[in-house]
C-alpha cells in the first residue's frame, strides 16, 4: 500500500507542474503582446529577475526552470517548433554571457534615462527589453534548443555567478550511462559522465527534474 501511494503522489504531482508552466508561459505571452499598449505590465520583467536573482543564493537558477515565465514558455508551446542543434559552445562562455548582460543592462539604463521621471516610461522600456530577449530567444530556438536563449539569459548569468554550485543534482553509482538525462536536459548539459563524482558540477543547471524525470533508474535525485 505505502508504495502504490508513493506512485499515485507522483502521478498527481505531474499535471499541476505541466498546469503551471502553461500558466507562466500564457503570463509571458501576455506581456509581451500588451505591454506596448499598456506599460504598467512592462514591471512583471524586473520583479522577475530579482526573483531570478534572489533564488540564485539558496539554489542556483532553480527559479529559472520552475518558475521563469519565458523558460516556461520555451519548455511548453515553443518546444513543438523549437530546433534540435547542440547549443555553440562560444555561447556558453562566461566573457560573451556577460558582455550581453552588459549590453542589455546599458540599452535599458540609457533608455530609462531619457525620461526617467515618467513610471510609465520605464514600465515600456523594461516590455521593450523582453519583447527584444524574446524575439532573440525565438530566433536562437528555432534552430538550437528550445531553451537556447537561457545559455546567455543575463538573470541566468547572474544566477549563474551567484549561486550555481549551489543545490547540485546528485548521481547515484546505479546511474547507466544511457544517455536518457542528457536528451532530456534543456540545457544540453553532459550528466552521466559525472556519475563517479556524485554530483552535477554544471553551473547552469537549471533543477528542473526533466532529467530526473527520464532516468529509468531513479539515479538522479535533488538533496532533500
Not at 63 to 72: E, M, Y
Not at 179 to 194: Q, W
Amino acid at each position: 500500500m505505502p508504495q502504490h501511494d508513493a506512485s499515485l503522489s507522483i502521478t498527481l504531482q505531474k499535471p499541476v507542474s505541466a498546469v503551471h508552466r502553461w500558466i507562466l508561459a500564457t503570463i509571458m505571452i501576455l506581456t509581451v503582446a500588451l505591454g506596448w499598449r499598456y506599460p504598467a505590465i512592462g514591471f512583471a520583467v524586473p520583479v522577475a529577475m530579482v526573483a531570478g536573482i534572489g533564488g540564485s543564493l539558496l539554489r542556483g537558477r532553480y527559479v529559472c526552470g520552475t518558475f521563469c515565465p519565458r523558460g516556461s514558455f520555451f519548455d511548453t508551446l515553443f518546444r513543438l517548433v523549437g530546433g534540435t542543434q547542440p547549443i555553440p559552445a562560444p555561447l556558453r562562455t562566461m566573457p560573451v554571457r556577460w558582455g550581453i548582460l552588459a549590453v542589455l543592462m546599458g540599452f535599458m539604463a540609457w533608455q530609462i534615462s531619457r525620461n526617467p521621471g515618467d513610471p510609465l516610461h520605464w514600465g515600456f522600456v523594461f516590455w521593450m527589453a523582453c519583447a527584444v530577449t524574446t524575439a532573440a530567444g525565438i530566433g536562437l530556438g528555432l534552430f538550437y534548443h528550445a531553451r537556447a536563449w537561457c545559455v546567455i539569459c543575463p538573470v541566468g548569468t547572474m544566477a549563474n555567478a551567484i549561486g550555481g554550485g549551489k543545490w547540485q543534482l546528485q548521481i547515484d553509482p546505479g546511474c547507466g550511462s544511457c544517455g536518457a538525462c542528457e536528451r532530456h536536459c534543456p540545457m544540453g548539459l553532459t550528466i552521466a559522465a559525472h556519475r563517479d563524482g556524485g554530483t552535477l558540477p554544471h553551473r547552469d543547471c537549471l533543477k528542473c527534474s526533466s532529467c530526473a524525470d527520464a532516468c529509468p533508474k531513479g539515479a538522479l535525485t535533488f538533496p532533500g
